[in-house]
């Protein structure tokens, strides 16, 4: 499998990146303007006001690849919080108190912390032309 897909693993995080993001992005445009959905939106001045206030910036930074790390890495705790406020006091187990989702989110997000945008991203053009120095200096 590895010779399969593995030149193409770039592209296929970078779809995994935009896709995550841009579904992140609609539960917090679902909360704030009723989209998609029945049109409900949330008080802004609440937890679930803020909680979409960070899912529709963070998702669209996500998507964008524009500080995707900081974005994801915030989005991760989010997702922890919501994991522990509102479903684990159901029940311990994610697949009967509904806290999937908020879980896989979780994880999710924490591996675009620590990898980064990668490819097809705002990052990636900015730091195209940047040289890191190294232990042997610049090269």
């Not at 770039?10 to 990146?17: E, K, Q, V, Y």
């Not at 999937?100 to 997000?109: D, G, I, N, P, R």
């Amino acid at each position: 499998m590895d010779k399969f897909l593995g030149s193409y693993s770039p592209h296929l995080f970078a779809i995994l990146r935009i896709v995550a993001g841009l579904m992140y992005a609609m539960h917090g445009s679902q909360k704030l303007f009723g989209w998609p959905g029945d049109g409900n939106t949330v008080e802004l001045a609440s937890m679930m006001g803020l909680a979409g206030i960070i899912e529709l910036v963070a998702g669209l930074m996500i998507a964008f690849g524009l500080f995707a790390s900081w974005a994801a890495f915030i989005a991760s705790g989010q997702m922890a919080a919501a994991y522990f406020i509102a479903h684990a006091p159901q029940s311990w187990n994610p697949l009967m108190n509904e806290g999937e989702k908020a879980v896989l989110y979780c994880f999710l997000f924490l591996y675009i912390a620590a990898h980064g945008a990668g490819i097809w991203s705002i990052d990636a053009t900015r730091n195209r032309g940047i040289r890191h120095s190294t232990a042997a200096g610049n090269r």
